[in-house]
């Protein structure tokens, strides 16, 4: 068991107690997500489920709106969100393996978008990569299949050139999850879906953007813009139920811009058993968690506290700033939601298979290229972004490996659209078991290598730090695979 | 209140960013055949922004070969910290002000006048023990050059303080590194020099003949200048259009528009200041033509010479 952890703590600097204020009352949100979003505050709020509209089989058709959105998700404030039908987050896209999937977007803002399925192995055109854009009052329709393999925890988001962060931080962000009918965890663990994210706000509660030329702009630039309030699921300190022993599966996205997350839930342990990709192969005993920009993960919380006690999940202190920027405070830790018992009598545990599933690893010796990246201020390979520009070109169907080479003193994380990879290596030390990844964190100074097979799908692919603002910046490259 | 050890300290730490770091830029050939020959070499890659070089180096004489991989000049400061001072701290506590004092004067908000006074309130009193220790000077995009130091064991930090376009030093976009010189020694000797400069309060003096080629320079620095700014040296090669009070005035930090590109010259080889009596190297690719030998801060004062490579 986990003891409390000595740093201080908030939940926000300028919100006193979470849930004294009704949070999240939508002004005009589709039916479906205002039912969902009217429950008492300070409670666990799950995002809804985006519609299936389709009778056929295996296929999800889904109807999705980017629009302005006034929402109550800071407290006390109508705040003026983008909002994907009108939540935010936007609602779930839930989806199973071997699924074809149509999404049926219009982009409703003043500003172009796009969609990007965020680690969806999918054709280019489907990618919603900035090569792509919609238009303002434009529709596009994104099709793509699920392939096997994929089930796990995704999400969705805008990708347009040079305003991924600020789109996002307006509210333009949702999860997917993809179900394999024969996953191993057993249907009886209830689900838990936890989208992070933080915001910042002004006086009038509207969403802060930092003054061009500004300091703050300048400390946004370099750490990425970091928001002083938390939400989980668009909300400030929600209150999670469960009973003592009963086993939960928590399937966590960062959505921030820029945070990276050290999750600890005091008293408690976790079992660690899956990343971006989906399950491991076997679960992991962990005492924390670290989530950088991007990253998913999915948990089990053993409810090991006493009927009617409470534990917290919190973000601990992180370090991966340079230090001419860290913030002064980034030795608080940061309560993000509390996890409370009910005052039933224990029920008995499940168990939890050994094997969660076969993760068939990629042969680092079948590589056929190597390829290094080097990450330096807004800059991979010391490059910025160029639209124009084809930064590397990969063979169809070719395995390669990429080192990955940080040489700055702060953490990048690393995303690569369109291909799953798994991490080999890191600062010389062999990564043994496969994990699918699509969202690495390469901390400060180091270096690692992953193993990545460009299957079924030619294109040009961003390859991008996950920290919004640095993408933004420049530091973001195209790989254009080829069908030779 | 000021004390004499934080002038020090001020008068240390305010030369740095006023130093003109010219490199020891040479062709990537003429920079590998002294690496060859060197026991100790320690190569370093520049980057916009970042240094690509190892964590932690023996101690003993030893020799930097920068090569500048990117888009912009760098150069590679080196500064051994008081004991007890961590990298953290000389960030936070040195980098952070002088940068506070920057955007100030490139903001407007302070003239050059309130600089001193401000850096004496700013900067911890331990900041007068910080020894700056050489290092390669300014490099032009593509080049590569060398110096040659002998370091004592101890924690280091690396710095670039040229400026991006945006006005931003490169030590804050990521060119500040800690550096750990270790008790295991190189046992490499000092390079022989062809060339010995002295730098002194009353002036810089060159012996020898600088040749077509190759060249070695031995530095020594036989005083600071009381109560100001110490003396580093860097060999020029002016444009054609440009000045003596054009390269002064670039390589004054305190310039808003200078110490960012472009440059008013071609620099072939320097060496960053260090402390009063120490000797050190850097070597110089030289061309036939007209050379300048300048100090940063005190080659306004008189500190910097004149030479002329003549052809084979």
Known sequence: MRSHSPEPERAGDCLGS??????????????????????APGAFLAPSTLENLSS??????????????????????????????????GPTLEVSEGDRVIVHFRNELAYPTTVHWHGIHLPF??????????????????????????????????????????????????????????????????????????????????????????????????????????????????ELAIASGEIQRWRVINASGARTYRLALSGHSFVHVGSDGGLFEHPREVGEILLAAGERVELLVRGEGDPGSTAVLRSLPYDRYLPQTR??????????????????????AVAIPERLRSVPPLDPDSATVERRMTLTKNRINGRMMQMDRIDEVAEL??????????????????????FPFQVVERDGEPVNEPVWKDVVNVPKRSTLRFVVRFDRYPGKWMFHCHILDHEDAGMMGVLEVRDP | MTTPRTLQSIALLALVPLMILLAAVQTPAAAQDVAASAVNVV???????????????????????LTNQGDEHHFMLIARLPDG???????????????????????????????????????????????????????????????????????????????????????????????????ERTGQAPPAASLRVELAEEGMTLEGRPAPGLNTFEVHWVD?????????????????????????????????????????????????????????????????????????????????????????
């Open chain 1, 397 to 418: 169907g070719a395995t390669e490996i990429w080192e990955i080479e940080n040489l700055v003193g702060m953490d990048h994380s690393f995303h690569l659209h369109g």
């Open chain 1, 327 to 348: 913030p002064a405070d980034w030795t608080d830790s940061l309560a993000l939601a509390t996890l409370r018992y009910s005052d039933e009598a224990p029920v008995d």
């Open chain 2, 224 to 312: 600071h200048p009381e109560g100001t700014f110490g003396h580093d040296v860097h060999v020029v090669r002016l444009d054609d259009e440009a000045t003596t009070e054009d390269l002064l005035h670039w390589i004054n930090f305190f310039n808003v528009d200078g110490f960012s590109e472009p440059a008013p010259g071609t620099f072939v080889g320097g060496i960053n200041m260090m402390p009063a009596g120490a000797t050190a190297y850097f070597t110089a690719d030289l061309e036939p033509g007209p050379y300048l030998l300048v100090s940063e801060y005190t080659g306004a004062m008189g500190v910097l010479a004149e030479f002329t490579v003549e052809g084979r």
């Open chain 2, 43 to 65: 190569e370093v890659e520049a980057e916009d922004y970042a240094f690509r070089m190892p964590g932690e180096i023996p101690s003993g004489w030893t020799t930097f070969q």
């Open chain 1, 125 to 238: 055109t489907a990618d919603g990569s900035p090569f792509h854009p919609v238009a303002p009052g434009e529709s596009f329709v994104y099709e793509f299949t699920i392939h096997p393999g994929t089930a796990g925890t995704y999400w969705y988001h805008p990708h347009p050139h040079h305003d991924t962060g600020r789109q996002v931080a307006k509210g333009l962000h949702g999860a997917i999850i993809v179900r394999d009918p024969g996953d191993a965890l057993p249907e009886s663990l209830s689900e838990r879906l936890l989208v992070l994210s933080d915001n910042r706000f002004d006086r009038d509660g509207q969403i802060d953007f930092a003054e061009p030329g500004s300091r703050q702009a300048r400390i946004d630039e370099e750490n990425g813009r970091e928001g002083e309030v938390l939400f989980l699921n668009g909300r400030v300190m929600p």
């Open chain 1, 18 to 39: 979470a849930g004294l204020i009704a949070l999240c009352v939508l002004s005009c949100a589709l039916a479906s997500d205002l039912a969902a979003q009217e429950r």
């Open chain 2, 85 to 183: 001072i961590t990298y953290d701290d000389y960030v936070t506590d040195v980098a952070m002000s002088f940068n506070d004092t920057w955007y100030g004067l490139r903001e407007g908000r302070i003239g050059p006048d309130e600089i001193m006074p401000l850096l004496g309130e700013a900067l911890p009193e331990w900041s007068a023990a910080v020894e700056y220790m050489g290092g390669p000077g300014f490099l032009a995009p593509g080049t590569s050059g060398t110096a040659t130091m002998n370091l004592e064991p101890g924690a280091y930090i690396v710095e670039c303080y040229m400026r991006t376009a945006d006005g931003e030093m490169h030590s804050m976009e990521g060119m500040l590194d800690p550096l750990v010189v270790t008790g």
């Open chain 1, 56 to 89: 056929e089989p295996n296929t999800v058709e889904v109807e999705l709106t980017a629009a302005p959105e006034r929402l109550s998700l800071f407290p006390g404030a109508q705040t003026e969100f983008w909002a994907y039908n009108g939540s935010v987050p």
